[in-house]
């Protein structure tokens, strides 16, 4: 068999394609034959060659492309023609669809990123499953107390006997001032300091940049600085060999022998400064637990490779034992706590690792998924409700062969698209909102998404599964409609999917306003809790923080000096001042109960309205003043006698004192504590006084404050004058929950006017397909009035049910959180009913203008068409 | 004139196809464009002029069996359409016409 030549051949077969090339071959083989019996088969071939070639012609590359069979790039590409055109006929649809999900995925992301951050919080510790707190359990009269700071010679003491602690470290965290400059052109500055044990390093695995991280907090008076001081400090030159001149009383020096890298944003511990231990509890330190005064510190340990940390516990005891017998050290039981779980323990706190609510983490969680899940019943809704206009083009696909698989895929297709459209959006919007957000809970972000391609890669994947769910129910509602059903148009009435669409919309509003009634009662505990705090007006009083005792020689003086300021009304010195927690409690074989001392002079009860039930206040030209004491009602009411001028009891010092009256019960701690038992003590008795309580008659506080810098100045040039306003430290010290409420408000915000999207969609929706039956109403004689409640009925029904479901659930929470506090509102009834009073009116706006507008159309414009 | 015009070349194509009556597939199309004009045509020529005219609609086609001869590939036959009759008769309709007001001193003193 002679066969042509082969390579203009397969060359005309590359260029055509299949298909049109056969018979084109056929003809070209069949004239190749032909020529072999004419002219021979060379000439045959040549021939053949040279039709070959002449054959490529570009209209064989058109008839290619007009006759390849549909790829699924096609398909593709068809569906996304078809889901644009949906987009824009439905375009306010589209616009609400987009809008919900924005700012649903902006709400999660930005709590997401929150919980980030506290999942990676000291990831940068290495072996953090071993490094765990000393703490010890007491127990008496059934009162369990648990203890955070040991006696400073614990483990020192144990550490020999228990091979398992690899390493120890005790740390002590102080504000301190530090003097820089010349005498004449001085400046304070306070910094964190650290105080630790030669194995802190060991410990915590900070690295060092220069020095050496083992003998490093050896040597008495050096320290270690990070690289963020040293350029406060000394800019660019090198800090190593340089010495900080502290302000204390023994005006310290300490040589800097090491840099180290500031700690991570991310870690429990913040410091700016680490010096070795000998520092606060002097060089040369003894084993020793006798003595009654002795330093108590937070104690870090790290245990050894493999040991389990309740069989190194049990044999604290033992090797203690060995050292003392005491009582207070040895009945006691001891633990280790892990250090991951700290940071979530609130009950006792160390001021050496910062700790979260775990409550609050998890609620926030909670709400990042529930508003995504508002974003996402949004979109369902709105989507089923409008696929169904959709029907008649589903109807004619279907007719044209179109399978249910294709037609899921241009649903999914639509909602994939739509969420890929809303998650640069809604980032964007979260870089926005960002700074807002770290304002609210106080410190930034440590994470950072822009590089961590894990966390782009879930974002991709959470985005798809998000377009998956999103448009998996419309795509099934739609596509499983019977065909003829929808050809004729019956859709539009059908009921299917109507419940759920109601149960999804009643959902939506049980969760916000559950959040709402929360927001509410949170908002109005918290305005309690300061109106109770405070019988005065707290941004008109400024409170001057002292050392521990700094007042006991001079507060006569100091206090004359800051009468005198202009603007000052009254001037108060103070062992306390409003927001600090007591010293402990005081307990005394007189009383079957423990009590807090609590030092002022007479000026304190009057500066702040606290009114004397029986009796009198002190009396400041009394020489005897110092002999006597007054107690609040609670001190009183726990007496089974009657106290008042009673001189039998012993409060401090030899003598007894003189009981001279009854103060009312006043909020001085936060809330969250009862109010206990307080013995107020003159400061002509005891001059332990710390602060200094100031009544501003202006609001000129300029000169008030430049008044003071200059008695400060005079008094004590080495200390930063350290002054706040009350309310500002009232804040404080509901600062985790004021935190909260605001992020909470800032989400409550977000659910309803995702919510509210989605009822307006609806009741665009509602609308459209009422249309007719509105114009043939009308036309009956129904009245705008009639109209606008027929198509407003439902959604109002629908609110009401979730009113009623939400209530008792955000009650319910409510109540858990309120238990934290000692004295809490009362939840009223009245706060829902106005809550759902308020939802009822959100909706009728948002429902509002849709609804008149279809209520007032001319029923002729309408009905004109059939 | 319609936008898809009938070139030269073309319309002996398609007269070609026409006066065929079975088999008209490329290589007779050929064979007879060639009896009729005295000149080789080249045969991919007469494809592309086929496969355009067929996208133009004067031709419809439809495949036929294969052959031995051809290596086993199928022929793909062409008819002409009524919409390529029309063209063809229109062609000759102007031509015609022109035939018609021909000056016949011009043709005598052609063929002297």
């Known amino acids: 068999?002679?066969?042509?030549?082969?390579?203009?051949?397969?060359?005309?077969?590359?260029?055509?394609?299949?298909?049109?090339?056969?018979?084109?071959?056929?003809?070209?083989?069949?004239?190749?034959?032909?020529?072999?019996?004419?002219?021979?088969?060379?000439?045959?071939?040549?021939?053949?060659?040279?039709?070959?070639?002449?054959?490529?012609?570009?209209?064989?590359?058109?008839?290619?492309?007009?006759?390849?069979?549909?790829?699924?790039?096609?398909?593709?590409?068809?569906?996304?023609?078809?889901?644009?055109?949906?987009?824009?006929?439905?375009?306010?649809?589209?616009?609400?669809?987009?809008?919900?999900?924005?700012?649903?995925?902006?709400?999660?992301?930005?709590?997401?990123?929150?919980?980030?951050?506290?999942?990676?919080?000291?990831?940068?510790?290495?072996?953090?499953?071993?490094?765990?707190?000393?703490?010890?359990?007491?127990?008496?009269?059934?009162?369990?107390?648990?203890?955070?700071?040991?006696?400073?010679?614990?483990?020192?003491?144990?550490?020999?006997?228990?091979?398992?602690?690899?390493?120890?470290?005790?740390?002590?965290?102080?504000?301190?001032?530090?003097?820089?400059?010349?005498?004449?052109?001085?400046?304070?500055?306070?910094?964190?300091?650290?105080?630790?044990?030669?194995?802190?390093?060991?410990?915590?695995?900070?690295?060092?940049?220069?020095?050496?991280?083992?003998?490093?907090?050896?040597?008495?008076?050096?320290?270690?600085?990070?690289?963020?001081?040293?350029?406060?400090?000394?800019?660019?030159?090198?800090?190593?060999?340089?010495?900080?001149?502290?302000?204390?009383?023994?005006?310290?020096?300490?040589?800097?022998?090491?840099?180290?890298?500031?700690?991570?944003?991310?870690?429990?511990?913040?410091?700016?400064?680490?010096?070795?231990?000998?520092?606060?509890?002097?060089?040369?330190?003894?084993?020793?637990?006798?003595?009654?005064?002795?330093?108590?510190?937070?104690?870090?340990?790290?245990?050894?490779?493999?040991?389990?940390?309740?069989?190194?516990?049990?044999?604290?005891?033992?090797?203690?034992k060995a050292h003392t017998d005491n009582p207070r050290f040895v009945e006691i039981s001891y633990s280790l706590n892990n250090f991951e779980a700290l940071r979530y323990d609130t009950d006792v706190s160390d001021a050496i690792v910062a700790t979260t609510d775990k409550r609050i983490i998890?609620?926030?969680?909670?709400?990042?998924?529930?508003?995504?899940?508002?974003?996402?019943?949004?979109?369902?809704?709105?989507?089923?409700?409008?696929?169904?206009?959709?029907?008649?083009?589903?109807?004619?696909?279907?007719?044209?062969?179109?399978?249910?698989?294709?037609?899921?895929?241009?649903?999914?297709?639509?909602?994939?698209?739509?969420?890929?459209?809303?998650?640069?959006?809604?980032?964007?919007?979260?870089?926005?909102?960002?700074?807002?957000?770290?304002?609210?809970?106080?410190?930034?972000?440590?994470?950072?998404?822009?590089?961590?391609?894990s966390f782009l890669i879930l974002l991709f994947l959470f985005i798809v599964l998000l377009g998956v769910i999103s448009g998996l129910y419309p795509a099934l509602l739609l596509s499983g409609f019977n065909f003829t059903a929808v050809l004729k148009g019956r859709l539009e009435h059908s009921k299917k999917g109507v419940l759920l669409r109601k149960v999804l919309v009643v959902f939506q509003f049980v969760f916000s306003i559950a959040l709402l009634a929360g927001i509410t009662l949170i908002q109005n505990q918290l305005s309690y809790v300061k109106q109770t705090t405070l019988q005065y007006n707290p941004d008109q009083v400024l409170i001057l923080n002292g050392t521990f005792g700094q007042f006991r020689k001079n507060y006569q003086t100091i206090k004359n000096q800051i009468q005198q300021i202009p603007g000052v009304l009254q001037v108060s010195m103070a062992g306390q001042a409003p927001g600090d927690d007591f010293f402990g409690t005081a307990t005394s074989p007189q009383f079957p109960f423990g009590y807090n001392r609590f030092i002022v002079d007479h000026d304190y009860l009057e500066l702040f309205n606290i009114s004397v039930k029986e009796g009198n206040s002190f009396d400041p030209n009394s020489d005897s003043t110092a002999a006597q004491v007054m107690v609040n009602e609670t001190f009183a009411n726990a007496m089974e006698e009657d106290v008042l001028y009673s001189s039998k009891y012993r409060f401090q010092g030899k003598n007894n004192s003189k009981i001279v009256g009854i103060v009312e019960d006043f909020h001085f701690q936060s809330l969250h504590n009862e109010v206990s038992p307080m013995v107020l003590v003159p400061v002509e008795a005891l001059s332990w006084v710390s602060k200094v309580v100031i009544k501003l008659e202006t609001t000129e506080f300029n000169q008030v404050i430049s008044g003071l810098e200059k008695v400060w100045e005079e008094s004590y040039p080495n200390q930063v004058l350290d002054y706040q306003f009350l309310d500002d430290r009232l804040d404080r010290q509901y600062r985790a929950e004021f935190r909260m409420a605001e992020v909470f408000r800032l989400f409550t915000v977000l659910a309803i006017v995702i919510s509210c999207l989605g009822l307006l969609g609806l009741s665009t929706h509602t609308a459209q397909i009422k249309t007719k039956e509105i114009s043939i109403r009308k036309v009956l004689g129904a009245s705008v009035s009639q109209i606008t409640r027929l198509l407003a009925r439902q959604v109002y029904l629908l609110i009401g049910i979730a009113a009623i479901v939400a209530s008792p659930l955000a009650y319910y929470f409510v109540d858990q959180w309120l238990q934290d506090f000692a004295y809490a509102i009362n939840i009223k009834a009245g706060t829902f009913i106005g809550i759902t009073g308020l939802c009822f009116l959100v909706a009728a706006l948002t429902i509002g203008y849709q609804t008149i507008k279809t209520a007032r159309a001319n029923p002729v414009d309408t009905l004109r068409n059939d | 004139m319609k936008g898809t015009f009938l070139g030269e070349f073309e319309e002996v194509v398609l007269l070609a196809v026409c006066v065929l009556e079975k088999e008209v597939y490329a290589n007779p199309v050929r064979r007879k464009v060639e009896e009729h004009t005295n000149r080789k045509v080249n045969l991919s020529t007469i494809h592309s002029a086929l496969y355009r005219m067929e996208r133009k609609g004067f031709l419809t086609s439809q495949l036929g069996a294969a052959d031995k001869r051809r290596g086993g590939k199928r022929k793909r036959y062409f008819n002409v359409s009524p919409y390529g009759l029309k063209a063809l008769e229109e062609m000759r309709r102007v031509r015609e016409s022109f035939w018609e007001i021909f000056p016949k001193t011009l043709l005598n003193s052609d063929l002297t």
């Not at chain 1, 005790?170 to 301190?176: G, H, P």
């Not at chain 1, 690295?207 to 660019?236: P, Y």
């Not at chain 1, 089923?384 to 249910?404: N, W």
Request: charged share 20%.
């Open chain 1, 1 to 320: 068999m002679i066969s042509p030549p082969r390579f203009p051949l397969w060359l005309l077969r590359k260029v055509a394609g299949p298909g049109i090339v056969d018979e084109i071959e056929g003809d070209l083989y069949e004239d190749f034959m032909d020529n072999i019996d004419e002219v021979g088969i060379s000439k045959a071939r040549r021939i053949y060659i040279a039709t070959a070639f002449r054959s490529l012609r570009p209209y064989l590359l058109t008839y290619r492309k007009e006759h390849r069979k549909p790829k699924s790039k096609d398909m593709i590409h068809y569906q996304l023609k078809v889901a644009f055109r949906a987009f824009r006929k439905n375009a306010s649809h589209t616009l609400i669809n987009l809008l919900g999900l924005t700012l649903g995925l902006a709400g999660s992301l930005t709590i997401i990123l929150f919980l980030i951050d506290d999942q990676i919080q000291d990831d940068f510790l290495q072996n953090k499953d071993r490094i765990f707190r000393v703490e010890s359990i007491s127990e008496k009269d059934g009162d369990v107390s648990r203890q955070v700071q040991m006696h400073s010679s614990l483990l020192p003491a144990i550490v020999e006997d228990v091979p398992e602690f690899e390493a120890y470290t005790r740390i002590s965290s102080n504000t301190e001032t530090i003097i820089l400059g010349e005498e004449g052109n001085r400046r304070l500055l306070n910094q964190t300091f650290l105080a630790a044990d030669p194995d802190f390093f060991k410990v915590f695995s900070f690295e060092l940049v220069d020095g050496d991280r083992n003998s490093a907090l050896t040597t008495h008076n050096t320290v270690i600085i990070t690289t963020s001081a040293a350029q406060r400090i000394f800019g660019e030159s090198n800090p190593i060999g340089q010495y900080i001149q502290m302000s204390d009383r023994s005006n310290t020096q300490l040589e800097i022998v090491g840099l180290m890298e500031d700690p991570p944003g991310n870690s429990s511990l913040q410091f700016d400064f680490v010096k070795p231990m000998s520092t606060v509890i002097g060089q040369n330190e003894k084993i020793s637990f006798r003595g009654s005064f002795y330093l108590s510190v937070p104690v870090y340990v790290l245990l050894s490779q493999g040991s389990e940390a309740n069989a190194v516990t049990e044999k604290i005891l033992p090797a203690l």
């Open chain 1, 362 to 453: 998890n609620m926030f969680a909670l709400v990042a998924i529930l508003i995504i899940v508002l974003a996402v019943i949004n979109y369902i809704n709105l989507t089923s409700a409008r696929a169904i206009l959709r029907g008649r083009e589903v109807g004619v696909r279907k007719v044209s062969g179109a399978s249910r698989k294709s037609l899921i895929n241009q649903f999914l297709l639509e909602s994939l698209l739509i969420c890929f459209v809303s998650l640069p959006l809604a980032i964007l919007l979260m870089e926005l909102a960002l700074p807002w957000f770290e304002e609210i809970i106080g410190h930034q972000l440590f994470f950072d998404y822009h590089v961590s391609s």
